[in-house]
Nanobody, 120 residues
Framework: VQLQASGGGLVQAGGSLRLSCAASGRIFIVNAMGWYRQPPGAQRELVARETSGGSTTYADSVKGRFTISRDYAKNAVYLQMASLKPEDTAIYYC???????????????WGQGTLVTVSS
């Protein structure tokens, strides 16, 4: 299973960006998909996550500014980021909990990371 993320870049504070990520390979079903980020010198943290039932979770720091969405037919997840702040600067990682067979328990897969830089 591979996750391919795209959409990072440099943006001024107050601007917007949209991240995309698609899962491919031997997939029986994708359960949750989401985004994590790792700011410079800090630990990786959850940004937003959506379960296969449509339940969403957001970090407090991004609530009201970021929106996660999924395309279940494409095994894809998106992160629309608005009102970006310099503290949103980080490498953003796509994550998916995937079952490759019916009998499997979900396993976590990660994308390669995409850099988001917000200038003040």
């Amino acid at each position: 299973v591979q996750l391919q993320a795209s959409g990072g870049g440099l943006v001024q504070a107050g601007g917007s960006l949209r991240l995309s990520c698609a899962a491919s390979g031997r997939i029986f079903i994708v359960n949750a998909m989401g985004w994590y980020r790792q700011p410079p010198g800090a630990q990786r943290e959850l940004v937003a996550r959506e379960t296969s039932g449509g339940s969403t979770t957001y970090a407090d720091s991004v609530k009201g500014r970021f929106t996660i969405s999924r395309d279940y037919a494409k095994n894809a997840v998106y992160l629309q980021m608005a009102s970006l702040k310099p503290e949103d600067t980080a490498i953003y990682y796509c994550n998916a909990a995937v079952r490759t067979r019916l009998a499997d328990t979900p396993r976590d897969y990660w994308g390669q990371g995409t850099l988001v830089t917000v200038s003040s």
